[in-house]
């Protein structure tokens, strides 16, 4: 094909690579019925090949080599060498959306197992490279799974022995069937999980018995899931309501070595001897707080918004938050949303102890961003809380200007995905062991970046506002302190979860305006992180300049600062100047719209039925305090 019969197609959305010096185009394809696919069109002397079936399987890495498309089914070797394949010859795999391959090393489905439910360019990484000898394609859903639950794994010395673990989750969402994640993301060997289990919880280590679902991978009831990898269930015809206890057992039917697992679990979960997945209590077995291989619990709800996950270390795990009370903050935060009427899963990606820049307790936020938030189930927002008091606590201490260069990767990464990424700031930690004057100094620096215009972040917590002593800014409050000065308690933690403005969660495009003041032709700006009122002085279009405009009908509208997600105020019912410091809208955050002739706007306060005016020709605050629409009264309002 000629450049000039390729450049139309770049055009219409289609992705040009080459491979082996192949040239391939890529785009999406819907089929009735059918989740969007992603079709590979090959470019061979004019010649079209097209990939479209559920799963691809290559003889290289990369998809290079030969490829044999497979449909939903089962192929055993005899089927796989009969449609092109070879034995054992297997280096990369492509999964259509809503489908799932399992791999299996030996003939007739047996042996070490691999199941994908995305794209593997390379198996060398998985261990499975030139090991497949039988296939299993299946379609999981023609929907969207959304998580409900999840966690962020770790290593694990622990080790099991045909015991059964049965795990306690508490839900977000709800949803009409749903599915789980195993992880063997840190195993040494391959992990064999047999008779898998769900239930409704019925408190401690009961199930709900009518409820209790086999869980399936592949269509078989045990797995064996290679070293690195994940562990995609087949979809359950298990209903899950939110706000809900689940109870997912499994059995471990030979020795494991070094497992994966979230140390700081906050829940008591249950061991015993023996396959008791089934059973309807566990008596004479073990508790552990910690949980193990389960990673995720994921549901259908078509009334999903998506997910937020809550990337973050102890503050965000729950650290001083009661044993099997679920009151962490991202907990509190769940109900907040359901009680609200919104439908967002709620995802706690907090590990104890973990580090922005540094492996330590974990994998450090910068090297499990991609996996504990970019990859998670129909994630579309993100907020970043409490690791980098880590990195300022620690003997090593880096700079604020480290962490932020650290920070804003995460952000790039993130809106790179098409996520909305929140930033938080740091809570204060004086009286603490790993306070000093030096690591203040930094904690105000990032707090500053954060406010600022330049962050890049799409929305602020501020949870250091949220918890500090107001006389004694770098310590908690002390109905807010958990007593070692590092960490929340429960009162604390349902102060960070209510710092955080739902209307975050949106699908709704809501106008994002800037204003600039023809009296001097700056824009206004929520200065100081908008604790400072609303003032006509900056020369460029940052975080700072923009405004949600909220829509109150009858020609009025109210504003929403981006710097700090507050409503803007004709303060002292207009008798102050306007601010950014209101959580909910009432008359005082009300204005009508006015267009006038010459194209500029005016905003005339419902409190006082003033215009607002940029006083002293600009110099001062903004205040509705004007009978007529003069110059100082008349702004540009500019759609970002």
């Known amino acids: 094909m000629s450049p000039s019969n390729i450049y139309p197609l770049l055009s219409a959305g289609l992705h040009l690579f080459r491979k082996d010096h192949v040239m391939f185009l890529k785009t999406p394809l819907h089929f009735p019925g059918f989740a969007k696919m992603h079709v590979a069109v090959l470019l061979v002397s004019g010649a079209i090949a097209v990939h479209s079936a559920p799963a691809t399987i290559f003889q290289d890495c990369n998809s290079g080599g030969y490829s044999v498309d497979l449909p939903v089914g089962n192929y055993t070797t005899a089927d796989l060498v009969a449609r092109g394949a ?60 959304t998580g409900t639950w999840a966690l962020s794994p770790q290593s694990s010395g622990t080790t099991f022995n045909r015991q059964t673990l049965r795990q306690i989750v508490h839900t977000s969402i709800a949803g009409t069937s749903s599915r789980i994640q195993l992880s063997n993301v840190f195993g040494s060997q391959p992990l064999m999980v047999s008779d898998v289990h769900i239930a409704q919880s019925s408190g401690g ?194 700079t604020s200007t480290q962490l932020i260069a650290g920070l804003s990767q995460l952000i790039t990464q993130a809106h790179q995905s098409g996520i909305k990424f929140f930033c938080s700031t740091l809570t204060p930690f004086q009286g603490s062991g790993g ?19 330049t962050s890049g972040c799409d929305g602020v917590i501020d949870q250091d506002a949220a918890t500090h002593d107001p006389a004694n800014p770098t310590m908690y409050l002390p109905a807010y302190d958990a007593g070692d000065h590092l960490h929340p308690n429960e009162a604390g933690l349902q102060a960070i979860a209510n710092a955080v403005n739902l209307a975050l969660f949106s699908t ?18 929520a200065d100081n992180g908008g604790a400072s009122p609303l003032i006509a002085n900056s020369t460029t279009i940052g975080t700072p300049q923009q405004f949600d405009e909220l829509d109150q009908g009858n020609g009025n509208i109210a504003l929403r600062a981006h710097v700090n997600s507050r409503y803007v105020t004709a303060e002292n019912t207009g008798a102050s100047s306007l601010i950014a410091n209101r959580t909910a809208i009432g008359l005082w955050e009300t204005f009508q719209l006015i267009h006038n002739s010459d194209g500029t706007v005016s905003l005339r306060a419902a409190v006082n039925n003033m215009y607002v005016t940029a006083e002293n020709a600009g110099a001062s605050p903004l205040i509705a305090n004007r009978t007529a629409i003069g110059l100082w009264e008349e702004f540009d309002l500019i759609t970002q």
């Open 508 to 525: 709704t495009t809501v106008p994002v305006v800037v204003f600039r003041a023809r009296a001097n032709s700056r824009y206004v700006t």
């Open 435 to 453: 306070w000093s004057s030096q690591g203040e100094t930094e904690r105000q620096a990032i707090n500053a970046f954060i406010r600022g215009g």
């Open 86 to 145: 070879k034995d054992n010859d297997i280096s990369s795999v492509n999964v259509s959306s809503g489908f799932q391959v399992t791999l299996f090393s030996n003939d007739n489905f047996s042996g070490t197992s691999l199941t994908l439910s995305s794209n593997n360019s390379c198996l060398v990484a998985n261990g499975f490279n030139d090991q497949t000898s039988s296939v299993k394609v299946l379609q999981t859903t023609t929907g969207t799974w």
């Open 205 to 398: 280590s009961g199930i709900v018995t009518t409820s209790d679902k086999t869980v399936t991978f592949g269509g078989q009831t045990s797995i064996t899931i290679a070293a690195g990898a994940l562990a995609v269930s087949d979809q359950i015809a298990f209903p899950v309501s939110a706000l809900s206890n689940v109870a997912i057992s499994f059995y471990l039917p030979v020795a494991t070595s070094g497992l994966t697992s979230h140390q700081q679990g906050t829940q008591d979960n249950y061991i015993i001897s023996g396959d008791g997945s089934a059973n309807a209590s566990f008596s004479g077995g073990s508790t552990t707080g910690s949980y193990y291989i389960l990673c995720n619990l994921d549901v259908q709800n078509a009334s999903a918004l998506g997910a937020v996950a809550t990337l973050g270390a102890s503050i965000t795990d729950g650290v001083a938050s009661s044993q099997n009370s679920n009151r962490r903050w991202p907990n509190d935060l769940a109900v907040r949303i359901v009680n609200s009427g919104r439908i967002v899963g709620v995802l706690n990606q907090g590990i104890s102890g973990n580090d922005l820049l540094t492996d330590g307790a974990g994998q450090s936020a910068l090297n499990r961003f991609s996996r504990d938030v970019l990859s998670q189930p129909n994630v579309k927002w993100v907020i970043f809380s409490d690791d980098p008091i880590n990195d300022l606590g620690s003997s090593n201490r880096p």
